[in-house]
Structures are given as C-alpha cells and as structure tokens.
C-alpha cells in the first residue's frame, strides 16, 4: 500500500490511539517523533492549519487530525476492522467518539487546569460526561460489545491518562465506586496485550503532567 509515516509524539493519546489502529490492522509504518516544543518543518509543512500531531503521511499524501486518521485507516485497511459494518451503528460509533473528544475530554481538563474555586465548579460537569459514558459501556466488556474497536481506541486517554490528570490535579474522577463499569472497561483496556506494548510509563505521565500543572499554576500567580 506503499509508503506510511507517522509523525506523532510518544506519550501523545492522539497519537498513540493512531499506532494501536495501525498494529491492530498489522500495517507497517515509521514512527517519526515530534518535540512539540519545537515543531519540525516537516510537520507545519504538512499540517499547516492546526500544527499539531499526529499526521499521517501515505505515499506522500498527510492526513491531520486522530479521528480523520483513524477512519482513513479503517477506509484504506479493510482487515481486521475497527467500526462497524452496519450503517446505524456506525453512526453510533461516530456520535459517540464526537463526545468523547470534544465535550468529556474538554471538561475533565477543565478539572485538570484549573484550581481552588474553579476547579470545584469544573469536576460536576467532568463526572456528568463521565456518567453518560458509563451508563454506555454498561453490561459490555468494550464499547463494541466483546471485541475491541474504533471507540476504545478513541477512548483511551480515560483508562491510563485520566488517573494521572486526577493524581496531579488532586481530583480523581474515575473510580470502581463511582463509575464502576467504566472503570471495569479500562481494566480490560490496559491488559490488552497489544495496547500495554505501546502504554507510556505512568511515572513519565506524571512527571510531566505535574511539570504542566506547577508552571500553570505559577504563571496565574505572577
């Protein structure tokens, strides 16, 4: 299928949610590594408008954002599939990563960048997206049923990520008592054989999320 690079960042959800996707389908690719501190020409060249990872370059071709990529890939690789065949399922599968991304990620970073009064008024809305999700993946081992698939991919800052946001910002959001289906779908994520290869060392995580939260912090108190 011809030339595949990726460049992405290695403790990156975005970009690590695009890896699983490609070892899943068992496509060979070069993993290209990008300092987002200091961005290469290569990765402004070819995601101009946004300047972030990952982008996924095919035969010459980039393809920018993890959601794009992730159904570029299930369109281009039709083994091993991630989404769903049915229409109305599939649609589901997209509704649902929407959510994820956009209203459950923004408002649990919410909790994580802020602090004092504003942190207390962002954790209610973080466990109410936190909620929806959990009533979702109730009864079900993943997202899709048995198998793993496209939403526990897109889902996967929640099982290994969000414990390190709560360790940091002294807020843990997800818990077996709370949330007890979701917390039992991200144990059954991270024992995965194939996603705990590509799992960044916790202690990394912390580090530089605590890194993150302490020059936040000092910078509102200037």
């Known amino acids: 299928m011809g030339e595949l690079k990726l460049f992405g960042n290695s403790i990156s959800f975005f970009s690590i949610r695009v890896e699983w996707a490609l070892k899943f389908k068992g496509i060979e690719y070069e993993f290209i590594e990008e300092d987002l501190t200091n961005k290469s020409p290569l990765l402004l060249k070819y995601n101009p408008v946004h300047k972030k990872i990952p982008v996924l370059l095919h035969n010459g071709k980039p393809i920018a954002e993890s959601l794009v990529i992730l159904e570029y890939i299930e369109e281009t690789w039709k083994v091993n599939p991630l989404l769903p065949e049915d229409p109305y399922e599939k649609a589901k599968a997209r509704f649902w990563a929407k959510f994820i991304d956009e209203k459950c990620l923004s408002s649990v ?32 081992k993943f997202f899709g049923g048995e198998s793993m698939g496209y939403l526990d991919l897109v889902a996967s800052w929640i099982s290994h990520w969000l414990p390190v946001f709560g360790e940091c910002s002294g807020v843990n959001l997800l818990s077996a008592e709370r949330f007890p289906s979701l917390y039992a779908w991200s144990e059954n994520f991270n024992k995965v054989d194939a996603i705990k290869e590509k799992l960044p060392p916790r202690e990394q995580l912390v580090a530089i999320s605590a890194r993150r939260k302490s020059q936040l912090a000092a910078a509102e108190n200037k």
């Open 109 to 140: 970073l919410s909790v994580f960048f802020s602090q004092g009064e504003e942190q207390e008024k962002a954790v209610e809305p973080a466990l109410e997206t936190l909620k929806i999700l959990d009533e979702e993946i109730k009864g079900k």
